[in-house]
């Protein structure tokens, strides 16, 4: 019931490599979400934007992470270099507003080798 | 922080029978939305949920914000609704970002 696009389904790096993952919101969705899914169904909220502004985002993804959602271009989440924690599922989810149904895409599985 | 509880882990169920699952929050939330996981590993929206009761075919859902719980209920159980169920909840005051419980693995038996 998601039309939220990510890609790539799947990501293999070496630590110390970017990692870029990137997600097409449904049309008519300005409210963007990333969150990470461990091998334990632990969900970590990483940031959001509406439009291009960043509305809020955790410590690590400020630190270690580089995300932007370009008007007319897909959203990106790069890790700037992977590490061995950072194998995960990378889900992007949209929304009409901030406070409304989110939508979720099917994810980017990353493995940090 | 803020978090979810969400009980049972997992749950075991005949063809025909229903249950309910449960999320407790250590703070008020604004909203809540149940998931499902299919087969495929995308999450599938139930419901969302800014106050009362909410019922689409088999599943029911109710919140309340003042007493910190959501239920989301199944009557009369099928074989496609085995899968992990996921509810997630919209702090008060916040961006929009979800807090998710760690999920309830649903079997459902012939």
């Known amino acids: 019931n998601s039309k939220v696009i990510q890609t790539p389904r799947y990501l293999v790096k070496g630590q110390g490599q970017k990692a870029k993952m990137r997600c097409i919101p449904e049309?008519?969705?300005?409210?963007v979400f990333w969150y990470q899914q461990n091998k334990n169904n632990e969900f970590k909220f990483l940031i959001n934007?509406?439009?291009?502004?960043?509305?809020?985002q955790i410590d690590m993804t400020e630190k270690r992470f580089s995300a932007e959602c370009p008007s007319n271009s897909p959203c990106s989440l790069e890790i700037q270099s992977s590490e061995a924690g950072d194998s995960a599922l990378y889900l992007c989810a949209s929304s009409p507003g901030g406070q409304d149904t989110q939508y979720f895409g099917p994810g980017t599985r990353l493995l940090v080798l | 922080g803020d978090q979810v509880e969400q009980s049972p882990s997992a749950l075991s169920l005949h063809e025909g029978t229903g249950s309910a699952l449960r999320c407790n929050f250590t703070t008020t939330m604004r909203a809540v939305q149940w998931f499902r996981k299919n087969s495929r590993g995308s999450l599938i929206n139930l419901f969302y949920l800014a106050s009362g009761t909410k019922e689409n075919g088999r599943l029911k859902s109710a919140f309340d914000s003042k007493e910190r719980y959501s239920t989301l209920h199944i009557r009369d159980a099928q074989l496609e609704d085995s899968g992990t169920y996921f509810c997630?909840?919209?702090?008060?005051?916040?961006?929009?970002?979800?807090?998710f419980g760690l999920g309830t693995t649903l079997q459902v038996q012939p």
């Open positions: 934007f509406q439009n291009q502004e960043v509305l809020q």
């Open positions: 997630a909840a919209e702090a008060t005051g916040n961006t929009g970002k979800l807090i």
């Open positions: 049309k008519g969705h300005p409210v």
